[in-house]
């Protein structure tokens, strides 16, 4: 799961459309860009003649949207979210009102200038903060960061009880217990220095370095090289780092949707 946003364009509005919507004359701008005005039940044929028109690209835009940005994953929008709250919400109003906690709804164009403020003034930030980084040594890749006041949970386990966390003790491995109708967790691994392999019957385990205790999830924490039979090594660190370096990734798309929204006079909308 991850968090994007858009901001429609004005080419409807200004007439500069290459053919005509279906049922133009119900089409009007709504709060996350044209719609119908009439309601949903039994008209979803009419909606999605619509959609199929916006996709096709009737202007020099893709999909009538002049800004499309992909903000952060889950993790991220999380690690985001919490840095903000840290700020504080008298110094970050509309980010701590605005970001999206689900791929719904919209920041009002009204605010968007004042989100260009907040996120320059982010960007201008000299505070320094300890991240803590999961690292894969040997090809000195970066697999996750979590800030040092947070436990983040990175890899769900699907339908294994295993799921795994980054923190400033370490990669953790959480086992989720189930009783009645109330679920508990309980650390059960734990490494700030481990390996990966695979078994004889080709499945992941990690192993840590200094205990050599190994657990067997066949999780792959390096999943593009799924078939590689190397081994990884991995090491927790702590880095001091800036607001910019640390979390870039989602003020700098969130820059350019705050500036196409002032532009244009429309919503950022959360995808």
């Known amino acids: 799961m991850g968090y994007s946003a858009f901001v429609s364009c004005n080419c409807f509005k200004e007439g500069k459309i290459t053919s005509k919507p279906p049922h133009e004359e119900f089409v ?67 980010l701590n009102t605005y970001l999206p906690t689900s791929n719904d709804g919209f920041l009002p164009a009204q605010y968007a200038p004042q989100l260009l403020e907040e996120l320059h003034k982010m960007c201008n930030l000299e505070m320094e903060e300890t991240t803590i980084e999961l690292m894969e040594i040997n090809r000195n890749h970066l697999v996750y960061s979590t800030n040092q006041d947070q436990v983040s949970r990175f890899i769900f386990g699907g339908n294994s009880p295993y799921n795994c966390y980054l923190s400033k003790d370490g990669f953790l491995v959480m086992k989720y217990y189930k009783f009645g109708k109330y679920t508990f967790r309980r650390r059960v691994w734990q490494s700030k220095s481990f390996i990966q392999e695979k078994d004889e019957r080709g499945h992941f385990y990690f192993k840590d370095k200094n205990s050599n205790r190994r657990i067997n999830l066949n999780i792959n924490l390096i999943p593009l090289e799924r078939e590689n039979n190397q081994f990884f090594e991995f090491k ?20 350019k949707l705050a500036e196409a929204s002032i532009e244009t006079g429309n919503n950022i909308c959360w995808t």
């Open 28 to 94: 009007v701008e709504g709060e996350r860009g044209l719609e119908l005005n009439m309601e949903w039940e039994g008209n979803q044929k009419k909606f999605s003649e619509l959609w199929r028109w916006i996709s096709e690209n009737p202007c020099q835009h893709n999909s009538l949207t002049i800004c499309d940005e992909w903000v952060a994953n889950a993790g991220g929008m999380s690690s985001f979210r919490f840095i903000c709250r840290k700020l504080g919400e008298q110094n970050f109003p509309i």
């Open 236 to 255: 927790v660190i702590e880095k001091r780092v800036t607001v910019l370096d640390e979390y870039g990734y989602a003020i700098r798309p969130l820059l």
